[in-house]
């Protein structure tokens, strides 16, 4: 065993070797985003020098297809291309120049090229917005493509444009056949529709959707001429590379997909221009209706449709409101970009960059769903489910490993997207249908077709997934104020905290989905515990004393327990599993939700321990990151390094994972999308463009302000806000004061309630001081966490779209509604620290006049909103009311007896 005063030598000198391998790799990943925005609109372009000179591709591994996309600019008679090979003829010589590629930038929401083709400057922007307070613009498979220009010599140029997207975008089987149409041209806009002749219904092949339909579109604005023109590939091409036009001519030959190509063009005639007046925009979508094949049970099934379409009667209309909504999507996405950047810069500039590459990627997994509409065309919007693909693994639906990878986004972002996710899987394992006591792995093996089976029930997965769904149920109520998911699931909860009260601690013949580790996982164990203690608080929230304390004293047996047995012989680290070797050890990721949730389960001498474990495990060195485990060989996982990054309380050392995981992001040698799996020399194992990504926001996540859960047990005091749970879940409310003299009225309403809270000050202050020389450090409290509330907003027309209260969820609270009606966006975001960062994108202007009923509100920065004393006394105030509450309820906990025996 090395020395402990060695141990901080040779991590720094491993650090140090680390940071100097690779140094000749570019700092881009692998493969840039362009159209991402559901499982089946998902287009990315290998990320090189000349990226521009590359087929755009699907996302699925190993093949990787092409979703033909063109792109190319006409400067003074001479063809350029941005996008797509420089070659007409297949396996022919180039006879189009290559723009020259300046730059590169990629946003949460957009990625950025920065181009020059002759004398023309030319910036090419892919936004796949990302709308977190709007069911209905999240749920619109569109992305759009903007083109501007202006001169780089100062002369004006002769400026044409030309963009196409061929058949491929409809099937993995290039044999299949295909039709095609065009939109009336008598609208504002026009599209080209492409779709199968036989379309199979929530099929894939190679990944992509056998049952939709593209749409490329563009809007057609006074004074600039557009024309189009279907035909086979090198036909179109030629026709624009030669006379900088089109003829508006359909080729009506309908054919396969290979190898005469089809494809389907737009051009644009700028003139003679020194500088584009407004962005030309073209817009990508693929629609499948219906989305979801949802079986809830045996003799019980539905098909769900895209949310959008219950603001839409017709796709041209969703259509045109697309691409109308453009200059408002772009101030949106800058907003949001802008607060996710800002933010995570204050890590580090590489730690932004990481963000940045996950966001799409996980948005891009979701599909968010109504069941179809009523015979008389009514949706019903209160029933919201989201469906998420293990995209790049196995496609499976809702698998849960995922969405708990991706949690801390969620809750980052907008976190009654955890509700909604998590929907369906209470649903349909409804106790009195579901024979299994644990939680399952997914709700189907296939997407898009949600399906209990027997392969979605796993023992060996049974510690694994309940202590999951445990942990993402409380987190949500914990960051949301909304307590209903609980309340309309607990007897289901409780079960499956029953199955871990029996098997977490030595788990019987378990498997993990991260590791498929074997037997006495330690760190499987401990987010049992963690998920038994996370039950305890449910079942306090919901006035279920004796739950409460059995669950609590449970969690805090097996903690100890769980201390004792982890811990190597001669007490350095923390091993891999019980009654290994002492130099096994393991990446101690599964001691993120006790900080995430602050349960503060863990003693000091556990997490010095924790911290020398992942000190052993930087030697030796790894290029892009460290193993799961001593006994995983050379396997990485991105997602769990993230976790234990946001564990540690070392900075140096959260520091370090974090610049570990954006190597592996920015390792462009790698065949794959950020894969959270892989091995360590950088080839991917599995999980391109895979939502687990979402777990790179887990240091941010612990920086938002958590909600307290409203209980009456076991004692009852004046809070600030809380989780308020009713019979009728449209009837949620936050319970959150707006004014200070409110909440002093409500604390200290008598002097009795003064003597009160002064006294629990004092114990709790003694109490605190004990826990900081025990030295609490690893797991932080709530109070050592800045105090982030959520920006309010209003539902459009004030109106709250609830869940189905028989659906096992509920509707957002008032700080978290949703809006779903076009031509309003709701403004959510979470309340940020003003840390200063780098500005990528520019800022936006705070709305000065009234905004018109169609116009949406954009969301602003913390910097918009102002500095007001009061309210950063309400602030404290709220704090200090939520320490003194657990302080209170600790008192009770330490007179408490012990419960009733457990097995």
Not at 148 to 160: I, L, R, T, W
Not at 721 to 747: C, F, M, N, R, W
Request: aromatic letters at 10%.
């Amino acid at each position: 065993m090395l020395s402990s005063r060695l141990l901080p030598l040779i991590v720094l000198l491993c650090i140090n070797a680390a940071q100097s391998q690779n140094t000749a790799s570019q700092s881009w990943p692998a493969y840039f985003p362009l159209a991402v925005r559901s499982p089946y609109l998902s287009s990315w372009v290998i990320a090189t020098q000349n990226s521009s000179d590359n087929w755009p591709i699907f996302y699925q591994p190993p093949q990787f297809q092409s979703t033909g996309w063109v792109g190319h600019i006409r400067v003074d008679n001479i063809t350029y291309t941005w996008m797509g090979t420089t070659s007409n003829i297949s396996n022919g010589p180039p006879i189009l120049r290559q723009v020259e590629s300046l730059s590169t930038v990629i946003t949460p929401t957009r990625t950025i090229q920065h181009l020059q083709a002759g004398g023309m400057d030319i910036t090419v922007t892919y936004l796949s917005p990302i709308e977190p307070s709007d069911w209905s613009k999240q749920s619109m498979p569109f992305s759009y493509m903007a083109v501007n220009a202006s001169s780089s010599d100062g002369q004006a140029h002769e400026v044409q444009l030309y963009s196409d997207i061929s058949a491929e975008w409809v099937s993995g089987d290039r044999d299949a056949i295909v039709n095609w149409t065009l939109s009336a041209t008598n609208q504002p806009y026009l599209y080209h529709k492409i779709q199968l002749v036989n379309p199979e219904p929530f099929q894939e092949n190679t990944g992509q959707a056998s049952d939709g339909v593209a749409y490329y579109a563009m809007a057609l604005e006074q004074g600039v001429k557009v024309t189009y023109q279907s035909c086979q590939d090198v036909i179109c091409r030629a026709q624009f590379t030669d006379y900088g036009y089109l003829n508006d001519t359909q080729n009506i030959a309908f054919r396969a997909i290979s190898p005469d190509f089809p494809v389907f063009a737009f051009a644009v005639d700028l003139g003679n221009i020194k500088a584009t007046n407004s962005p030309v925009v073209w817009s990508v979508g693929y629609v499948r209706n219906p989305s979801i094949n949802y079986e809830i049970s045996q003799y019980t099934s539905e098909y769900r449709s895209l949310f959008f379409w219950s603001d839409y009667q017709t796709i041209d209309e969703a259509i045109y409101g697309f691409l109308t909504d453009y200059e408002d999507a772009l101030s949106r996405a800058i907003a949001i970009d802008n607060r996710i950047q800002q933010a995570a810069a204050s890590y580090s500039s590489e730690y932004s960059s990481v963000v940045s590459f996950a966001v799409r990627q996980v948005f891009g997994a979701l599909d968010i769903t109504l069941p179809q509409p009523s015979s008389d065309g009514t949706w019903d919007t209160s029933d919201v489910k989201i469906f998420m693909k293990n995209l790049g693994i196995d496609g499976r639906v809702n698998p849960v490993e995922g969405i708990y990878a991706a949690l801390p986004m969620f809750l980052y972002i907008n976190a009654s997207y955890v509700e909604y996710l998590l929907a369906p899987l209470f649903e349909m394992q409804n106790p009195s249908t579901y024979p299994y006591y644990y939680a399952a792995r997914d709700i189907g093996t296939a997407y898009p077709n949600a399906s209990l089976t027997s392969a979605s029930a796993d023992s060996q997965e049974g510690v694994e997934q309940t202590g999951n769904m445990l942990i993402m149920t409380y987190a949500h109520a914990l960051y949301t104020g909304n307590g209903n998911l609980i309340s309309a699931n607990y007897d289901l909860l409780k079960r499956w905290a029953e199955y871990l009260v029996n098997h977490t601690l030595y788990p019987s013949n378990p498997a993990s989905m991260t590791t498929k580790s074997s037997s006495n996982s330690t760190n499987l164990a401990v987010k049992g515990i963690i998920a038994l203690n996370a039950m305890s608080r449910m079942s306090a929230a919901m006035h279920q004393g004796n739950d409460y304390e059995r669950y609590a004293q449970v969690s805090s047996n097996l903690i100890e327990q769980w201390q004792s047995a982890a811990m190597a012989s001669d007490h350095s680290h923390l091993v891999a599993d019980y009654g290994n070797s002492s130099e096994s050890w393991a990446l101690m990721y599964n001691l993120y939700p006790d900080r995430l949730l602050s349960t503060s389960l863990l003693n000091q001498s556990v997490c010095d321990r924790a911290k020398s474990t992942h000190d052993l495990t930087l030697i030796p060195c790894y290029d892009y990151g460290i193993p799961i485990s001593s006994g995983a060989g050379l396997v990485g996982n991105s997602a769990w390094l993230s976790f234990t990054a946001a564990t540690v309380e070392n900075t140096t050392l959260r520091d370090q994972f974090l610049s570990m995981v954006w190597k592996h992001a920015t390792s462009n040698v790698t065949g794959a999308i950020f894969p959270p799996v892989y091995y360590l020399n950088g080839t991917p194992i599995s999980g391109s463009a895979n939502p687990a990504q979402g777990a790179v926001f887990a240091p941010l996540a612990l920086r938002l302000s958590r909600i307290a859960l409203a209980s009456t047990f076991p004692l009852s005091l004046p809070q600030s806000s809380s989780i308020t749970v009713t019979s009728d879940p449209s009837t949620t409310t936050s319970k959150a004061k707006s004014s200070l003299g409110a909440i002093i009225g409500g604390v200290v309403g008598g002097a009795a309630a003064v003597l009160i809270i002064a006294s629990a000050a004092v114990i709790y202050r003694q109490r605190y001081g004990k826990r900081r020389q025990r030295g609490l450090g690893l797991i932080a409290d709530a109070s050592d966490m800045p105090s982030l509330e959520p920006i309010p907003y209003i539902a459009a027309n004030n109106e709250s779209y609830s869940s189905n209260p028989t659906a096992s969820s509920s509707a957002p609270t008032s700080q978290e509604h949703i809006s779903s009606h076009k031509g309003s966006q709701a403004t959510y975001m979470r309340n940020l620290d003003n840390q200063s960062g780098p500005s990528y994108t520019g800022s936006i202007a705070p709305p000065s006049g009234t905004r018109g009923p169609t116009e949406p509100d954009p969301i602003y920065p913390p910097a918009y909103i102002g500095e007001d004393p009061r309210e950063q006394e309400l602030n404290g105030l709220r704090v200090e009311m939520q320490e003194l509450r657990r302080a209170m309820e600790a008192m009770y906990v330490d007179q408490m007896e012990a419960p009733p025996s457990y097995s």
